[in-house]
């Protein structure tokens, strides 16, 4: 019974973050989203504080859970900008970015819980960090190491998830992607990138021609694309 008020109580934190962003998240706003006292929240987190890193990290866990398996199954990075493309489409709709964005902002006024936050990440950046040693080999890209790309994929991530709330002027991440897209190709082209698989052979479509761009590569994942 402890474990399902946890539960609760968490779905209740990411629910307020979510659709009343940091300034509205408070104990009284929690509790009345999950229909249950402010004592509760105290009793298993200790603070509002507690409660909200204890989502974001069960939050980005289900994230996790739910990419990895698909990412140890790509090839090449094509196949990675096509990922990536439903991933950023998933995560706008069910708000999954937005909380984490949200956490970020209360680092201004919560310093306290920065160095606790910056952990939600880690998991974030090893993922993308493993994908890329195995998809371009562990020298990186261009002379910049995985480590780095992979903070940077992160940033830019959270930094398209964020922009594109402000509407079409700034709502760019298709055109981005496509881009993105298209450079894969040129590199492999150009002989800069291999496009082959971890075995060493290529792996093009039936056709030769990359999967198509609307095509849904997380489909059939484990997991709820909402938490």
């Known amino acids: 019974?402890?474990?399902?008020?946890?539960?609760?109580?968490?779905?209740?934190?990411?629910?307020?973050?979510?659709?009343?962003?940091?300034a509205g998240t408070s104990a009284r706003a929690i509790a009345t989203a999950g229909g249950f006292n402010t004592s509760l929240l105290f009793y298993h987190f200790g603070s509002v504080e507690g409660a909200l890193?204890?989502?974001?990290?069960?939050?980005?866990?289900?994230?996790?859970?739910r990419y990895s398996e698909h990412l140890e199954g790509l090839t090449d990075l094509a196949g990675l900008v096509t990922?990536?493309?439903?991933?950023?489409?998933?995560?706008?709709?069910?708000?999954?970015?937005?909380?984490?964005?949200?956490?970020?902002?209360?680092?201004s006024t919560n310093p306290e819980i920065r160095?606790?936050?910056?952990?939600?990440?880690?998991?974030?950046?090893?993922?993308?960090?493993?994908?890329l040693d195995r998809l371009v080999g562990k020298d990186g890209i261009?002379?910049?190491?995985?480590?780095?790309?992979?903070?940077?994929?992160?940033?830019l991530f959270l930094g398209l998830e964020l922009l594109t709330h402000l509407?079409?002027?700034?709502?760019?991440?298709?055109?981005?992607?496509?881009?993105l897209d298209d450079a894969s190709g040129l590199l492999v082209a150009f002989g800069l990138l291999s496009g082959a698989g971890p075995a060493g052979e290529?792996?093009?479509?039936?056709?030769?021609?990359?999967p198509h761009r609307d095509a849904d590569p997380l489909a059939d994942l484990p997991g709820p694309a909402t938490s």
């Open 115 to 131: 160095e606790e936050l910056a952990s939600v990440f880690d998991p974030w950046i090893d993922m993308v960090e493993t994908t």
């Open 202 to 210: 290529d792996t093009p479509t039936s056709s030769g021609l990359r």
């Open 142 to 155: 261009a002379g910049l190491s995985n480590a780095d790309l992979a903070v940077g994929i992160t940033s």
């Open 53 to 65: 890193l204890a989502a974001a990290h069960h939050d980005t866990d289900a994230r996790i859970a």
């Open 83 to 107: 990922f990536s493309r439903q991933m950023h489409r998933e995560n706008l709709e069910a708000g999954h970015v937005t909380a984490l964005v949200q956490m970020l902002a209360l680092t």
């Open 1 to 22: 019974m402890s474990e399902d008020t946890k539960q609760r109580i968490i779905r209740a934190t990411l629910q307020t973050l979510r659709e009343q962003g940091a």
């Open 167 to 179: 509407g079409d002027r700034y709502g760019r991440a298709e055109g981005l992607l496509d881009a």
